[in-house]
């Protein structure tokens, strides 16, 4: 194994607006800085192109499971997801999946 990868995908209530997107988009933008065992870190909101598909996707990469398991459980992450990712999603999927 050369790492392991977390994706999350998720789909926003009816009524969620492009500002509350854009707080979420960039408090998760700080994570990498605040949480060492991030390797790499990518997300977006979904380009439009195929109907049917989720409205934001979040991708980490980290080094081994106790990696993603700290940024899991990190308190900075956490508070993002409480504060401002929970009170706006209608739908999430997730994997992580060995690099």
């Known amino acids: 194994m050369s790492g392991l990868r ?3 995908l998720f789909r926003w209530a009816e009524g969620t607006t492009t500002r509350q997107q854009e707080e979420v ?3 998760l933008s ?3 800085a605040k949480i060492p065992q991030i390797r790499s870190y990518s997300l977006g909101r979904n380009a439009g192109i195929n109907p049917g598909g989720y409205d934001f ?3 980490a990469d980290f080094d081994d ?3 993603y ?7 900075e992450h956490r508070a993002v997801v409480e504060e401002v990712i929970a009170p706006l999603v209608a ?3 997730a994997i992580q999946y060995e690099l």
Do not use: I, Q, S
């Open 6 to 8: 977390h994706v999350a």
């Open 25 to 27: 988009a960039a408090r």
């Open 30 to 32: 700080e994570l990498p």
């Open 57 to 59: 996707a979040v991708v």
């Open 65 to 67: 499971r106790e990696g």
């Open 69 to 75: 398991l700290a940024y899991r459980d990190h308190p």
């Open 91 to 93: 739908d999430r999927a």
